[in-house]
């Protein structure tokens, strides 16, 4: 997939390229008010102390805020997902990572009470903000409801071939490694089957149809991934640093080639080089290669009909059930423009 072609394009306007939600840890030394929590005492001093979670609702109800402190009250967490929480849904938000998260704090310490001083201010400027998870996703619009369904049911199939764990959940496929993962959504689905939406006032019906042709393909990036990234500190989130950290995984983590389909066919044995003819053919009939070749000579082909953007790992699938994930992926189908709707209604952030 050619993901460099117009990828500036595709930041102008970011509403397509997210930081979604992020699990942040501030450092601080007097964050120690919030009540209800676990204290480890022993002969009478007190050695750890941390909060239980305290819960905000966002607009509309819909997304919440979790903050709690811990270490004796020296760090704010705060678990959620910002966009969401200040605009009520996080289908369409922005990229601009430092400006939410220090939005999100401010609004976390003026209802408890933290004030914030310059000193303070400074801190979180300078790195006193840690991220354990930074989630970013691309909405793609793939036309309609029906051809999500039709390609998250490819994606499963080419997934479950790779060595890593895959895992399926209603409309929604999770494709795990060492510290990072993969989320793909149809979007349409999910929104309908997620109780936090039916209450939202007036928009609800609009958002819904709006979701229905997006595919959301959702990177998320853990704590240790963030840190072999140097990513971890809020101020390394520089204005373009969402998009480039999105495309790198994409492009280099995430491997999602063609698959076969239908019969073999004189035309397309002849635009192969004959050392692959005979195993495509193979292939395509439906033979199990494992059984034909060494493992060493499979690999080898395999590594040969990737450079030809072909995936022989996957079974051969019956004719005119396949899609190009190179083209449904693309940038052409990634949405950038955020509903004008949506923004006048307050639900979306202005691009």
């Known amino acids: 997939m050619d993901q460099n072609a117009d990828s500036t394009r595709l930041y102008q306007n970011s509403a397509s390229l997210i930081c979604a939600n992020c699990y942040m840890v501030l450092a601080g030394q007097d964050y120690l008010r919030l009540f209800s929590g676990f204290f480890h005492v022993k002969d009478g001093k007190l050695l750890k102390s941390y909060q239980n979670r305290i819960s905000l609702k966002g607009k509309h109800g819909t997304h919440s805020l979790q903050v709690r402190t811990m270490n004796n009250g020296k760090e704010l967490h705060v678990e959620c997902s910002p966009y969401a929480f200040l605009y009520g849904q996080n289908v369409f938000t922005a990229s601009d990572l430092q400006y939410v ?14 004030k914030i001083t310059r000193q303070r201010l400074q801190r979180w400027i300078n790195g006193g903000i840690e991220l354990r998870r930074v989630d970013l996703f691309v909405n793609f619009d793939v036309k309609s ?104 995984y994409f492009r280099n983590k995430l491997k999602l080639f063609s698959i076969t389909s239908g019969a073999v066919l004189k035309e397309e044995l002849d635009k192969y080089p004959r050392g692959l003819r005979t195993a495509l053919a193979l292939h395509k009939a439906g033979v199990d290669l494992t059984d034909v070749y060494s493992k060493r000579t499979l690999q080898r082909s395999r590594s040969k009909f990737r450079e030809h953007g072909i995936d022989i790992r996957c079974p051969n699938q019956p004719a005119g059930t396949v899609v190009s994930l190179t083209e449904v992926l693309s940038l052409s189908n990634a949405i950038s423009e955020i509903p004008g709707w949506m923004i006048e209604a307050g639900i979306a952030p202005a691009a």
């Open 101 to 114: 998260v220090v939005r999100i704090l401010r609004r976390v310490c003026k209802k408890f009470g933290f």
């Open 145 to 248: 409801e029906p051809n999500t369904t039709k390609i998250l049911k490819q994606i499963c199939r080419q997934l479950v071939e790779l060595p890593c764990s895959m895992q399926k959940h209603g409309s929604s496929v999770y494709l795990h490694k060492k510290g990072f993962s993969f989320c793909f959504y149809a979007k349409g689905p999910q929104m309908r089957n997620l109780a936090r939406y039916k209450n939202m006032p007036g928009h609800r019906a609009k958002l819904l149809k709006v979701c229905e042709p997006i595919l959301r393909l959702e990177f998320r990036l853990l704590a240790g991934e963030l840190l072999k990234r140097n990513l971890s500190q809020l101020n390394a989130w520089t204005e373009r640093t969402a998009e480039r950290t999105y495309w790198r």
